[in-house]
Nanobody
Framework: VQLQASGGGLVQAGGSLRLSCAAS????????IGWFRQAPGKEREFVAG????????YYADSVKGRYTISRDNGMNTVYLQMNSLKAEDTAVYYC????????????????????WGQGTLVTVSS
């Protein structure tokens, strides 16, 4: 599975962006998807995840209520809608995926994921 993340850019605090993660190589129906981010000098951290079924989602406390993850299995694409952006949201955002036994599973640890996109930079100016 190859992943291509896009949609990053420069936005003012309080603004919005929508990131996309397109999969190719095979369908990722049944794969859990996670969005992670990594700011300079910091470890990669979990942001949001969605189960293979698309029914279950999970968010880091820092983005809860502001970010929404969704998936379109027909388009083999996952989205991350980011609203009310803050300067501390500035980071390179990565999408990742892994085949899970259960279609309700959401994984939050980077080592659990098998496939990663190249990352897209989000810069929020204050």
């Amino acid at each position: 599975v190859q992943l291509q993340a896009s949609g990053g850019g420069l936005v003012q605090a309080g603004g919005s962006l929508r990131l996309s993660c397109a999969a190719s190589g095979r369908t990722f129906r049944g794969y859990a998807i996670g969005w992670f981010r990594q700011a300079p000098g910091k470890e990669r951290e979990f942001v949001a995840g969605i189960s293979g079924s698309g029914v279950f989602t999970y968010y880091a406390d820092s983005v809860k209520g502001r970010y929404t993850i969704s998936r379109d299995n027909g388009m083999n694409t996952v989205y991350l809608q980011m609203n009310s952006l803050k300067a501390e949201d500035t980071a390179v955002y990565y999408c990742a995926t892994v085949k899970t036994e259960s279609r309700s599973t959401i994984l939050r640890s980077p080592p659990n994921y098998d496939y990663w996109g190249q990352g897209t930079l989000v810069t929020v100016s204050s």
